[in-house]
């Protein structure tokens, strides 16, 4: 267990100097990065590692823990913190127990996270092992050397301080240097300092208790592998699922058409749109939809009740009808929030829903497959699309392509007293990520949106000036839109 502990020490003092009183920058990469390292050197050196394909889950959660220092998106820095650390409980679950069942992880997260506090005795009695033994082998190599430079230093403190003394009132320039370092001393040493240092010895305390609590979790095989939803089985008949499946389907024909009908109307009749009322309606559509629908179609392979192969093959013609119904509603909500966009522009919301369809329509893809085959991992599947999309769209620079389209489309109509740009979204809703585009509008021939973006760009240049990032909270986006407006020179500039 020295192994164990010195990590869980070496962590916790990392998590001080990276975190204590720094905002999330590299900081969060660097700590994200050593912690799995050692997770895994402890997980091999115990031999708990039952699936290494477990362990591919770190390229994402430290591809998440990038972002903190390449970006700088309010939504995704606090978001992804829970994302990296689901995903890195769900790679120890996944690596230590061999299989990943999903009524079982909800229970062995619950371990993970609040079984650490009953482990604190023993973790203080490994800590007090680890440290007690290395101290018994250096007495035992050097137990009268240390004794008599101990005895030493002991009866020397009356006789030095003394003398001291005695030098200092006998010499001012001797005594102005012992005066200036008990000054600095005195001033570094105060009480502020004194309390945060003690604050800090106490979390670093505490995460190391915390850490090691989750290692003798691991190690004790205290993840189960049995979950409390075990034995729950779905038992419907064929013939009242397949007419559940059939009505379903005629509705969702139905309503196909109707949307199809309306849709085409609608674009005949361009100048009486109603945009706002028109996408918001089918984005939530679709979403209750194309849940209730891949709800069914799982439901329907976890069937267990006996029943005929034509039922079967029924009831897979049904399921791939409902796959098909899903995509034409994702391509119909897709052409309405299309709409939507070029009438009022781009925000975070409006680029998440489509980002939202692209996910669900690749979905489709693995979920044909599992109506298809007998044996088909489909929850597999859908973990590694969900994870592989939301890490990309981290990586999209979501506020640099807001700004982007939103420039670009004011650019291209005519810039008329209609203004149909929304400055105030860009500059109050969007981050660093989108100065180096609304440096763009600098170009623009209206005098009031032009001193608009002045007035906004010189005051972000003030705040990132006034702002002095230390190393662990250094991030990439804030330092380029600093040298961005550094060339603008907006102090002097009209």
Known sequence: MKLAVLCSLTLSILHSILFYGQKWGISVFLFTTVGIFFLIQILEKNQKIKNKKALLLSIPIILLSATYFIFHHPFFNFFNMVVILLLLLIMIIFSTIGTLKINTVLENIFILIFGPAEEIQNATREISNCFSNKKKVKEQNHPILWKQIGKGILYSLPLLILVTILLITADSMFASIFENIFSKIFHIINLQTIYGLFFRILIIFALTLYFLGMILKIKNNELTEEGFASNIKIKVEGITFNTLLTLLNLIYLLFTMTQAIYLIEQMRSLGEINYAQYARTGFFQLMAVSIINFAVILISKKNTAKVSNSVKKYTKVMNVFLAIFTVVLLVCSVIRMNLYAQEYGYTFLRLMVYFIQLTELILIIPTMFYIVKEKFSILKWYAV???????LVNFMNVDSIIAKRNID???KEAQDEK?????????????????PEIVRLLDTKDPSLKARVHYYLLTEYEKLKAEKQSFPSW????ERAKKELEKLNLQNSD
């Not at 699309?385 to 890490?391: A, E, K, L, R, T």
């Not at 991030?475 to 804030?478: A, I, T």
């Open 385 to 391: 699309i969900s994870i592989s999309m939301y890490v």
């Open 409 to 411: 489309r004011y650019f």
């Open 419 to 435: 203004n149909k740009i929304d400055f105030s979204y860009l500059s109050e809703k969007t981050s660093t990520d989108a100065i």
């Open 475 to 478: 991030n990439l986006s804030k």
